[in-house]
């Protein structure tokens, strides 16, 4: 297996753009999960499928961020508009029949500059 | 309010050495631990995770170990070599799909 797949996996944009990022998770895994990474804040988990429905969106920052997954095998993470502020490592994991309570496979990562 | 604390943030050893890394939380309603690896420019690499009803897990060279009361694990390195220079991050599932990560510690392992 190829593993979690993110793409792309660096995006440099100006403030105010709309920034995409997505995620092919492992075949078979029913549970996806978004993360962010800065050093001030470590990695924070903004939000979490199980079966292609968001279990828990407590972690997105704010409206600017939404997440979909209209299927097993893709899930999109999109920020408009953008901000300086949500320059980060945006990580995507997935794992199996028990959810978070399961071992995580994450992707390689997005790094997303905002300036 | 669960927190995770990794110290020391920065730690280098000399090759062959048995080392230790800590891990604190404030909550100790849990549900598992996990220690993970995260290579430089990398996605994190699960290494072991310890059930809240186990007191320890073991994988080649390394060992993890859970006290829940005093709310610390540890993960011990044996042997250690220049392959296991990396962060190593500690997670906490409170069973609720919420996961605190620890800030992780920066280990580098001297030649």
């Known amino acids: 297996d190829a593993g979690v797949i993110q793409s792309p996996r660096h995006e440099v944009t100006e403030m105010g753009q709309e920034v995409t990022l997505r995620c092919k998770p492992i075949?078979?895994?029913?549970?996806l999960f978004w993360y962010r990474q800065t050093m001030m804040r470590g990695l924070e988990l903004l939000i979490y499928?199980?079966?292609?429905?968001?279990?828990?969106d407590s972690g997105m920052p704010e409206d600017r961020f939404s997440a979909k997954m209209p299927n097993a095998s893709f899930s999109t993470l999109k920020i408009q508009p953008s901000e300086p502020r949500d320059s980060a490592v945006y990580f995507c994991?997935?794992?199996?029949?028990?959810?978070?309570?399961?071992?995580?496979?994450f992707g390689p990562g997005t790094r997303l500059t905002v300036l | 309010k669960q927190e995770v604390t990794q110290i020391p943030a920065a730690l280098s050893v000399p090759e062959g050495e048995n080392l230790v890394l800590n891990c604190s939380f404030t909550?100790?309603?849990?549900?598992?631990l996990q220690w993970f690896r995260q290579d430089p420019g990398k996605g994190l690499t699960s290494l072991l995770l310890?059930?809240?009803?186990?007191r320890e897990q073991t994988s080649g060279r390394l060992n993890a170990s859970l006290d829940k009361s005093s709310g610390r694990s540890t993960l011990y390195i044996a042997a250690s070599q220049p392959g296991d220079s990396a962060t190593y991050l500690c997670?906490?599932?409170?069973?609720?799909?919420?996961?605190?990560f620890g800030k992780g510690t920066r280990l580098h392992i001297l030649p």
């Open positions: 994991a997935s794992g199996g029949l028990g959810g978070s309570t399961d071992t995580q496979y």
């Open positions: 909550d100790s309603a849990i549900y598992n």
């Open positions: 310890i059930q809240s009803s186990q």
């Open positions: 997670a906490v599932n409170r069973g609720d799909d919420k996961i605190i």
């Open positions: 499928f199980n079966n292609n429905v968001p279990i828990d």
């Open positions: 075949s078979g895994h029913n549970s």
